[in-house]
């Protein structure tokens, strides 16, 4: 099983300011089978960004994603009120598939 | 409108079984693979099993292999979950999602609003 462990565990940062998530595998992880999603309090997740680079419908261009091998990152260009969530990586490159533990992006 | 809705949630006693379903619109069902992943009450997301668009090909979580199956009716555009000897750590809000592709193997575009399971005496 991959594990993926995401870091930090809480990002404390102000809106307008730019937030940097990482995610990194226990085992190399193919780019296409890279996804991150954002879950905010009592809502289903939301895929954001999936292949590790390419956003999902209806996601701004402040969002980003880049990595490969076993080292991937999330990153928010400048964060809008609406961006202050919970972002879990997530692998699909082996069964089972896997997700991180999760990063809180908490308004400061 | 692409749209999942889960039902089948509820209380039941350890040892007990559940079925949860999935009912899907708003695309085609049968060309793409399904998915279900859980979330235990404060944790974060655990994936627990992906079915293929034909249903030909299953795929588990080590935590749920021989107690759970997964299947789906493409007739009725269902996705099911059939859960057996449940514990009380798979208490859980239960979501089904929808991949970009035929094969499991890739992310998962559209989620349901989730299902309630509670195991306990």
């Known amino acids: 099983e991959i594990v993926l462990t995401q870091s930090p565990g809480t990002l404390s940062l102000s809106p307008g300011e730019r937030a940097t998530l990482s995610c990194r595998a226990s085992q190399s992880v193919g780019s296409s089978y890279l996804a991150w999603y954002q879950q905010k309090p009592g809502q289903a997740p939301r895929l954001v960004i999936y292949g590790a680079s390419s956003r999902a419908t209806g996601i701004p261009d402040r969002f980003s994603g880049s990595g490969s091998g076993t080292d991937f990152t999330l990153t928010i260009s400048r964060l809008e009120p609406e961006d202050f969530a919970v972002y879990y990586c997530?692998?699909?490159?082996?069964?089972?598939?896997?997700f991180g533990q999760g990063t809180e992006v908490e308004i400061k | 409108e692409v749209q999942l809705l889960e039902s089948g949630g509820g209380l039941v006693q350890p040892g007990g079984s559940l079925r949860l379903s999935c009912a899907a619109s708003g695309f085609t069902f049968n060309t793409y693979a399904m998915s279900w992943v859980r979330q235990a009450p404060g944790k974060g997301l655990e994936w627990v099993s992906a079915?293929?668009?034909?249903?030909?090909?299953?795929y588990y979580a080590d935590s749920m292999k021989g107690r759970f199956t997964i299947s789906r009716d493409n007739s009725r555009s269902t996705l099911y979950l059939q859960m057996n000897t449940l514990r009380a750590e798979d208490t859980a809000v239960y979501y089904c999602?929808?991949?970009?592709?035929?094969?499991?193997?890739?992310?998962?575009?559209?989620w349901g609003q989730g299902t309630t399971v509670t195991v306990s005496s």
């Open positions: 997530q692998q699909c490159g082996g069964s089972p598939g896997t």
């Open positions: 999602a929808k991949t970009l592709g035929y094969n499991w193997n890739r992310a998962m575009d559209v």
């Open positions: 079915l293929s668009g034909g249903g030909t090909n299953t």
